[in-house]
Nanobody, 123 residues
Framework: QVQLVESGGGLVPPGGSLNLSCAGFGSIINNGAMGWYRQAPGSQRELVASHSRETWTYYADSVKGRFTISRDNARNTISLQMSSLRPEDTATYYC?????????????????WGQGTQVTVSS
């Protein structure tokens, strides 16, 4: 049984920083990309960053230059360093399979979604 556990969210003022972590447990053998997704209330889940098993990374335009994704294959963890946070970054953040790097298109390609970690950017 695969389990993804996200942590590190919180309430920060605009311009603040947070470091999110995701730990994978169970039979996660992912030779493809892993990514961070976010979902704001009333919006669809979107991919914000992904990291291949090697060094390739992808960032959505809205976070480019502000977020940095990293991956530790040996420990089955991925992290998202977020800086210069904006109110529009407020969402629940999840990690999951990102397939080729730009997200997955089939429901069955995703691991079971974790609970996510809430990020709120507000003064």
């Amino acid at each position: 049984q695969v389990q993804l556990v996200e942590s590190g969210g919180g309430l920060v003022p605009p311009g603040g920083s947070l470091n999110l972590s995701c730990a994978g447990f169970g039979s996660i053998i992912n030779n493809g990309a892993m990514g961070w997704y976010r979902q704001a209330p009333g919006s669809q889940r979107e991919l914000v960053a992904s990291h291949s098993r090697e060094t390739w990374t992808y960032y959505a335009d809205s976070v480019k230059g502000r977020f940095t994704i990293s991956r530790d294959n040996a420990r089955n963890t991925i992290s998202l360093q977020m800086s210069s946070l904006r109110p529009e970054d407020t969402a629940t953040y999840y990690c999951n399979n990102a397939c080729s790097g730009y997200g997955c298109y089939e429901v069955n390609d995703f691991y079971p979604w974790g609970q996510g970690t809430q990020v709120t950017v507000s003064s």
